[in-house]
């Protein structure tokens, strides 16, 4: 089952829940002001990222700036440090956080989101654009087939 993490008052979660239950994804949804992540889930989170903690930390927060400026390096940090701070700081997380026990999307992109939409429904989404795209490609055969026989 999907989990997705938010942010009261964040956009971009906003947006994911609701993509996601227009898509009929089975999703729970754990805000992580009121319930942070837990030790566990900070480490599966961290073994599916690519970039570590710089991908799932919002640089932009003023948390963050804070942080720096009183001396805190992130780059430094245990792990047990880590989860000490965002536990404390959960505006620190980027919002939203979907995570399966294979897949994780951090922030929200339309596109990105589609993995989590069951395989059939993807397809099912494709067909209308298929359709398209085959009448478009047979329309230039039929041009191309005038042309032809114009010259011929």
Known sequence: MLTLFTLPSNTSSRQAQKHLSEMGVPFMIRHMSNQPLTFEELKQILTLTDDGVDEIISLKSG????????GINFDEMTLSELHYVITKHPTLVRAPIALTDRKLRIGYHHDAYRTFTPREQRQDTHAPMLEI???EENKKLEQNEMIAMGRA
């Open 133 to 135: 795209l085959r009448a």
């Open 63 to 70: 948390i963050y700036k804070k942080l720096i400026e009183e």
